[in-house]
């Protein structure tokens, strides 16, 4: 199976898991676990928006940075700028915030409602260049997905 056919299949199950599912913490503990489970990446979790920071939510893998700040860190830019960011080699990324040394590639994800970002998807890989475009595709899906179910109520 190619990763792009696992990504299919993923999405497809995860939509069933997810469903009806209207609190954002177990929501966001499942769809860490389901991702995790699926793809066995080093750190998959959830930073939630609030006020001027994003705070750590529900994750799967070892223990993370608490608090990220607006514009800070791989998480923080995916906030300010509104847009998945694909880090290649964490090294060099300018002010990469490096809660495990074992992190080497990333991917973060905005979930988006009303057009705000209201918390962001991060994944992180112990080996270089994990990600491309076509983890962003699927895992833009899953952040949709998870943001209709719990924010905007569909
Ligand atoms: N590397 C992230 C911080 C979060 S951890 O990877 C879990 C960043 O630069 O925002």
Same mark, same amino acid.
């Given at each position: 199976m190619?990763k792009e056919e696992q990504y299919i299949q993923f999405v497809d199950d995860y939509k069933r898991l997810i469903s009806g599912e209207?609190?954002?913490?177990?929501a966001? &503990?499942n769809t860490s676990a389901a991702i995790h489970d699926e793809f066995?990446?080093?750190?998959v979790?959830?930073? /939630?928006?609030?006020?001027?920071?994003? /705070?750590? *939510?529900?994750?799967?893998?070892? %223990?993370?940075?608490?608090?990220? +700040?607006? *514009?800070?860190?791989?998480?923080? !830019?995916?906030?300010?700028?509104?847009?998945?960011?694909?880090?290649?080699?964490?090294?060099?990324?300018?002010?990469?915030?490096?809660?495990?040394?074992?992190? +080497?590639?990333?991917?973060?994800?905005?979930?988006? &409602?009303?057009?705000?970002?209201?918390? %962001?998807?991060?994944?992180?890989? !112990?080996?270089?260049? !994990?990600?491309? &475009?076509?983890? +962003?595709?699927y895992l833009?899906q899953v952040?949709?997905i998870l943001?209709?179910t /719990?924010?905007?109520?569909?």
């Amino acid at each position: 199976m190619t990763k792009e056919e696992q990504y299919i299949q993923f999405v497809d199950d995860y939509k069933r898991l997810i469903s009806g599912e209207t609190e954002e913490v177990s929501a966001m &503990a499942n769809t860490s676990a389901a991702i995790h489970d699926e793809f066995h990446f080093f750190w998959v979790g959830f930073y /939630i928006v609030k006020a001027d920071k994003l /705070i750590l *939510g529900p994750f799967q893998g070892p %223990v993370a940075c608490s608090t990220i +700040r607006f *514009g800070k860190g791989v998480c923080g !830019t995916a906030w300010k700028e509104q847009k998945t960011q694909v880090v290649p080699d964490v090294e060099q990324f300018p002010g990469h915030i490096a809660c495990s040394s074992l992190s +080497r590639s990333e991917i973060v994800v905005p979930v988006f &409602a009303n057009n705000e970002v209201k918390a %962001v998807l991060d994944i992180d890989s !112990t080996q270089l260049n !994990t990600f491309d &475009a076509i983890d +962003r595709k699927y895992l833009e899906q899953v952040a949709s997905i998870l943001a209709d179910t /719990i924010y905007n109520k569909e």
